[in-house]
């Protein structure tokens, strides 16, 4: 199994910067995805590695290392609208598992 | 541009009916097609991909069933429904490419058993 491990909640303040991790353990996979899900809608795409390092796509960078078998999420200049459920995927041949997805909160 | 269709946005059925939710794709060809589904407070699990037409993967097994009977439908279909078949059932498509490619996701129908 991929056993993919998310912190269940994080709460952050508008305009802070906030990190989500993401562990797994796996003997291997093509890529890594994160997912932005608000309350009773569609998981929107937000970002993919699939080599070692940084990716940067405007407010949200992700990470990965995989000899860490480990990932992030960065969210920089929270807003309120950034309120929502982050899920972190591995991607092995078109097949996604997810992560259960870990709820930001953010506070005024 | 690519747009994804699911009917209907809920439903609330009873314990041993049946059930037949719809996918669509436009604006693509050739997708690969994937059900999801989401139980409350938990992660999205892969239940069905396809990679083309009459193509069916099952990931888990259960009592739902999948169909691709055209390039850009996909149906999930059970003949008897169960307390623990309720959750929000999500659709997605992605266009094989490399050794990754995104999938896009429709906008789900949330059932529930009663």
């Known amino acids: 199994g991929q056993n993919i491990d998310q912190p269940t909640e994080m709460t952050a303040t508008e305009g802070a910067i906030v990190q989500i991790n993401c562990t797994y353990q796996?003997?291997?996979?093509?890529?890594l995805f994160w997912y932005q899900q608000h309350a009773g809608e569609a998981p929107t795409f937000l970002s993919y590695n699939v080599l070692d390092g940084l990716e940067e796509k405007g407010r949200f960078s992700s990470f990965l290392s995989r000899s860490k078998g480990y990932s992030y999420l960065l969210l920089k200049e929270l807003q309120m609208k950034d309120s929502a459920s982050y899920l972190c995927?591995?991607?092995?041949?078109?097949?996604?598992?997810f992560g259960a997805g870990t709820q930001v909160v953010v506070t005024p | 541009s690519q747009t994804i269709h699911q009917w209907p946005a809920t439903l609330v059925q009873p314990v041993g009916s049946p059930l037949s939710l719809e996918c669509t794709v436009e604006?693509?060809?050739?997708?690969?097609l994937y059900w999801y589904r989401q139980a409350a407070g938990r992660g999205l699990q892969l239940l069905f991909y396809s990679v083309g037409i009459g193509q069916i993967s099952s990931e888990v097994p259960q009592n739902l069933s999948a169909s691709r009977p055209q390039d850009r439908q996909f149906i999930l279909s059970s003949k008897k429904l169960l307390l623990s078949d309720s959750g929000f059932y999500l659709c997605?498509?992605?266009?094989?490419?490399?050794?990754?490619?995104?999938?896009?996701f429709g906008p789900g129908t949330r059932l529930t058993v009663t």
């Open positions: 604006g693509t060809s050739n997708p690969n």
């Open positions: 796996t003997s291997g996979f093509n890529g």
């Open positions: 997605a498509w992605s266009t094989p490419r490399g050794i990754v490619s995104e999938q896009y």
């Open positions: 995927a591995l991607d092995s041949w078109g097949k996604l598992q």
